[in-house]
């Protein structure tokens, strides 16, 4: 066997309450491609913690090239020639692409030599970056450039792939994958951790498959399909979402000419948006990030007030009215932010649940908090969404991504909304997961509402939609079929396809 560039042997690390990593062994070969599988809170991120370096094993041993490798710290990981990609980018938008990069090296060169090297890397990659831009102004696909380039300038022999399409076009994930090829031809290996199965059978040549914390199977994705991938990482028969056929019914929501300024100086305003949704009906709205998705949800769920005519809901004017109010009406909306937009981090989950169902679920009564009936709304979300975590009183900030989304999601849905606004559903969520929020989706509209579901997540889209449109710089498209369209037509329409026709809807 070709000697190992990363071996792990044993890990385990515990949190009160949770065995994160029990007894965890793999390893990595030099260029190869390994991807790392597991359902929502199986342990993949504190196990790409230690290795980076953020979190300390409470016992087992690594070795990297041959040597024993213990990182005290990320410093140390990068080092000893240990990159990370996080799922979350960690970029100041007010800064530019070079200033960016030289934040995140320990010994940056003046600028204008980094810039040079920027543009230099940048072009042998295939990720053409200008280092004078303000990252306030990328794409969402540029701004992950940035971070991987961050990490090729430190010429790395293992680069870690935290979740890395969520936000492109699949003509960005084409250009990524020829970048990542070109990496692993050159020797660096690349540890890959995503949802999207379709993609491992594409790229990776290996995968450890992770279940509570322990390693339970591997295997050349290769020779498998993506469903029996998803059913090795979750150990039972995977559900398919089914729908009901039913005509929709009344116009529930109504959009005439909404435009509203963005409030984020690098946001997206959006710009006379017409737009109709019929009770029993799913809209999906496809974009690439940073096109007016969050700008859109604000002005729907009345975070962003918008002039009272723009927004009619059941026929009434709405647009000047607030969050609470809609709520009342039966307007829900689920944000895209988990962690401090759709929930208080340190919040436990009954005060969370607390905090968007307090209306519409009754839990306050003259001026005083109904506790014993706000945990009991908060159990059935996490019974009813299968949250894994020890019980109502952990603060929102102690789940895993995918588990706080189940718990987001399944807060509004338990609502019974006359419409349903969701950004992102299953972002960052296992297959079995994933399955059950468009299920759930799914049947809200069978049980009559309206639904709209802004997502990156194309296969998503087409799954679940009725009808579809694109977002391209704060305009958005004519909602089309669903049916029959293909992804290539999807991808040309959320990367702005000089064609793509306006909505004029009436």
Not at 226 to 244: D, N, Q, Y
């Amino acid at each position: 066997m070709t000697e190992a560039l990363l071996n792990i042997e044993g890990l385990t690390k515990a949190y009160p309450g949770v065995v994160a990593n029990d007894d965890v062994s793999f390893r990595i070969a030099p260029g190869e491609v390994h991807a790392l599988l597991g359902e929502n809170g199986a342990g993949k991120s504190t196990l790409v913690k230690m290795i980076y370096g953020l979190v300390r094993p409470d016992s087992g041993r690594m070795q990297f090239g041959g040597a024993p490798y213990d990182p005290p710290t990320p410093h140390a990981a990068r080092a000893m020639g240990v990159a990370m990609v996080f799922q979350h980018f960690s970029l100041f938008e007010a800064l530019n692409v070079a200033e960016n990069v030289a934040l995140g090296m320990e010994n940056p060169p003046p600028q204008r030599q980094l810039a040079r090297r920027i543009r230099e890397v940048s072009e042998t990659y295939g990720l053409p970056l200008d280092p004078e831009r303000l990252v306030g102004d990328l794409s969402a696909g540029e701004r992950q450039r940035v971070e991987i380039i961050r990490c090729l300038l430190q010429d790395p022999k293992l680069l870690i792939m935290d979740e890395p399409t969520s936000v492109l076009t699949p003509q960005e994930v084409d250009i990524l994958f020829e970048t990542l090829r070109k990496l692993q031809a050159e020797g660096t290996s690349i540890l890959y951790i995503s949802h999207k199965l379709e993609e491992i059978k594409t790229l990776c040549d290996h995968a450890t498959i992770l279940r509570l914390g322990k390693v339970v199977g591997e295997c050349n994705p290769r020779q498998e399909s993506a469903r029996s991938m998803a059913e090795m990482m979750v150990g039972t028969a995977l559900h398919t979402p089914t729908r009901g056929e039913k005509a929709p019914g009344e116009v529930v929501l109504d959009l005439a000419a909404l435009s509203v300024a963005s409030a984020n100086p690098f946001g997206t305003s959006l710009r006379s948006i017409h737009l109709e949704v019929r009770s029993g009906e799913i809209l999906g709205i496809g974009g690439v990030a940073g096109n007016g998705q969050d700008e859109l949800l604000a002005a729907l769920s009345g975070e962003t007030p918008a002039p009272a005519e723009a927004v009619k809901f059941c026929g009434q004017e709405i647009g000047h009215l607030g969050p609470n109010a809609r709520r009342r009406l039966g307007l829900l909306a689920a944000p895209e932010e988990r962690l401090g937009h759709a929930a208080a981090p340190d919040m436990s989950l009954t005060e969370n649940a607390l905090l968007t169902g307090a209306i519409r679920e009754e839990l306050v009564s003259g001026g005083f908090l109904k506790w014993p009936r706000a945990q009991g709304f908060a159990e059935r979300i996490i019974a009813a969404f299968d949250v894994r975590t020890p019980g109502p009183g952990n603060a929102a900030r102690s789940l895993s991504g995918g588990n706080l989304q189940k718990f987001v999601i399944g807060r509004e849905i338990l609502q019974r909304p006359a419409c349903l606004v969701v950004n992102q559903p299953t972002w960052g969520v296992d297959a079995s997961a994933a399955a059950a929020i468009r299920q759930a989706l799914l049947d809200l509209a069978a049980e009559g509402a309206a639904v709209i579901v802004i997502s990156q997540d194309l296969d998503e889209l087409m799954e679940i939609s009725d009808r579809f449109a694109a977002l391209n710089e704060g305009r958005l498209s004519a909602p089309r079929p669903a049916k029959g369209l293909t992804v290539d037509e999807i991808g040309l329409m959320m990367g702005g396809a000089h064609d793509m026709e306006v909505a004029h809807v009436a």
